[in-house]
Structure formats: C-alpha cells, structure tokens
C-alpha cells in the first residue's frame, strides 16, 4: 500500500459538501398537479408482458401510472420527448439534482443541451420504505439497466431478453427505427420498483428482493409530450438474478390519465434550459 501521510485522519475527517444544493430548483406546482390529477379520467392502457417491454405515449399534461399487477416486479423505465428522441431522460444528472432513489416531488431531467424536466413523481405507494439498514432504497436512478453485452462479457451468454434488448425491440416495434438506431436511443432507466444501494465496504452496486407487491403504483406528471417505454425486468423482484430466464417474472401495467380541460389553466410545459450553448467559443 502507498504511504499514508501523518495528517491521513484529519483529512477524511473533513465534512462533505452536496455537489448540488437543489433549494434553487423551482418547486413543482404539486397542488396543482393534484387537483388535475383529481379531474382525470383514464383514457388509454399498456399491459407490459413479463421479460418485455412495450412503449406508451404520454401527451404533455397527461399522468401515467405504472402498477405491479400479478406479483412482484421491477421496471426498467426510459423517456424521450415523443418530437425528438435525442431529448431522452439523463439519469446520471437526474442523480446529481436529487439523490440515488427518487420519490414524490422529485423530477426526471432530459440530456444536455436540453435539461430540463420531462416528469414529476405525483405518488409512491412505496415513499414508506425509505432507507433500509443496508442503505438500501427504492426506484433507484444508480443502474443502468440490464444488457446483453455485460452478461456476455461476465458469462459469455447470449440472451436476449434484457431490459436493453426489451427497449430495443419495443422501439423498433413503436417507430419504425432500424434496430441499430433504436440501439442507440436506448438509455440509462429509472428502476422502477427496484430496491438496489452501494455495500459500505466495497461501494458496489446492490440489488435485493424488491418491496414492491400487486396494488402499488409510481405515479407520473408529464411535463412534456413524452414517448415512454417499459421494460418488466428479467430479475422480476431482483431478489437473486438477472439476465436470465430464472426468476419469476410478472407484468407491469401502464395507465394514461387526462385531466379535465381548463383544469392545468396557466400552466406550461418547461421552457429549454437557459443557457446560451456557445461553450465559452468566439
Ligand atoms: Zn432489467
């Protein structure tokens, strides 16, 4: 090991700062995302099928809903903005503004140069799970999502029936793309449902069963017209694998809200993020 200087403690004595103090983030309007919320009636469906995925489009103003149906059940979730699918959902930024796991209130932010927010959290039957003794927490934006090329790189597989295979073929099945091009729209998730942390002695990624059960539901605010996609994860609840047609599996099902008309009055989507794009380039 490399020598550890005198002043060793003193340094990892130092306190913490957050990388991002979100005080200034503008508060969603959540009394009024409830009362629109309250006006809505359902007004279209998707039934995700187990170890599948399938997209849904979500006009801006609308809510979508994703249930566990038939058994325990995580979801591998991507977004883009249904216009322009190089505007998608930024996880790793998304993890920056507020946390690993996210809840009500919190907001899922798109790619530069666009970022600003595609979603807002309206409910979480599981907001009541917090942070287990292991540290771990529920609908994380830490993963990535389960893929092919890992596996065969961990176990030379060949499966195909990873979320970012499922996200892949549901994609190509809603635009038209060619699989290689729908390949590349294909991006980190929010894991819905998941129960996933950091171990404090390795700091790697953990997974375990997750504490989802049929009834629960994460509730959606769309903030702009999005095109959603859904994986049910090959893990079902990711008590024990993934990539691999091993674990029980269940679908997931996805519901489209409309509020009344009138009812969002005054509200917009949000404008593209400020600022001015020239990089400091004369
Ligand atoms: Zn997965």
């Given at each position: 090991?490399?020598?550890?200087?005198?002043?060793?403690?003193?340094?990892?004595?130092?306190?913490?700062?957050?990388?991002?103090?979100?005080?200034?983030?503008?508060?969603?309007?959540?009394?009024?995302?409830?009362?629109?919320?309250?006006?809505?009636?359902?007004?279209?469906?998707?039934?995700v099928?187990?170890?599948?995925a399938?997209?849904?489009?979500?006009?801006?103003?609308?809510?979508?809903?994703i249930t566990s149906?038939?058994?325990?059940q995580v979801g591998d979730l991507n977004?883009?903005?249904?216009?322009?699918?190089?505007?998608?959902?930024?996880?790793?930024?998304?993890?920056?503004?507020?946390?690993?796991?996210?809840?009500?209130?919190?907001?899922?932010?798109?790619?530069?140069?666009?970022?600003?927010?595609?979603?807002?959290?309206?409910?979480?039957?599981?907001?009541?799970?917090?942070?287990?003794?292991?540290?771990?927490?529920?609908h994380?934006?830490?993963?990535?999502?389960?893929?092919?090329?890992?596996?065969?790189?961990?176990?030379?597989?060949?499966?195909?029936?990873?979320c970012?295979?499922n996200?892949?073929?549901?994609?190509?099945?809603?635009?038209?793309?060619?699989?290689?091009?729908?390949?590349?729209?294909?991006?980190?998730v929010l894991n819905v449902f998941m129960?996933?942390?950091?171990?404090?002695?390795?700091?790697?990624?953990?997974?375990?069963?997750s504490?989802v059960?049929?009834?629960?539901?994460l509730?959606?605010?769309?903030?702009?017209?999005?095109?959603?996609s859904l994986s049910a994860c090959?893990?079902?609840?990711?008590?024990?694998?993934?990539?691999?047609?091993?674990?029980?599996?269940f679908p997931l099902l996805v519901?489209?809200?409309?509020?009344?008309?009138?009812?969002?009055?005054?509200?917009?989507?949000?404008?593209?993020?400020?600022?001015?794009?020239?990089?400091?380039?004369?």
């Amino acid at each position: 090991m490399a020598h550890i200087p005198d002043d060793a403690a003193k340094r990892r004595a130092i306190k913490p700062v957050i990388c991002y103090p979100n005080n200034t983030l503008p508060a969603p309007p959540m009394a009024l995302y409830r009362a629109a919320r309250d006006s809505a009636r359902k007004v279209d469906e998707a039934i995700v099928p187990a170890r599948d995925a399938r997209c849904f489009p979500v006009p801006a103003g609308h809510f979508f809903r994703i249930t566990s149906i038939e058994g325990p059940q995580v979801g591998d979730l991507n977004l883009w903005h249904a216009a322009n699918l190089n505007e998608r959902f930024y996880s790793g930024k998304t993890r920056a503004l507020h946390g690993t796991h996210l809840t009500t209130g919190m907001r899922l932010w798109s790619s530069f140069p666009y970022l600003r927010p595609m979603a807002t959290i309206l409910e979480d039957t599981l907001e009541w799970y917090g942070k287990d003794e292991w540290g771990g927490a529920v609908h994380d934006v830490i993963g990535t999502r389960c893929d092919p090329y890992t596996g065969n790189l961990l176990s030379g597989s060949q499966y195909h029936h990873c979320c970012h295979s499922n996200l892949t073929r549901a994609l190509v099945d809603h635009t038209g793309l060619q699989p290689d091009q729908a390949e590349r729209q294909v991006h980190d998730v929010l894991n819905v449902f998941m129960c996933t942390g950091f171990t404090r002695d390795t700091g790697q990624y953990f997974m375990k069963a997750s504490p989802v059960r049929p009834g629960d539901y994460l509730e959606f605010f769309a903030e702009i017209d999005l095109l959603g996609s859904l994986s049910a994860c090959p893990g079902g609840d990711c008590s024990s694998e993934h990539s691999s047609d091993t674990a029980a599996c269940f679908p997931l099902l996805v519901e489209i809200f409309q509020p009344a008309a009138g009812v969002l009055k005054g509200w917009t989507p949000p404008p593209l993020n400020g600022y001015d794009g020239s990089h400091g380039i004369a």
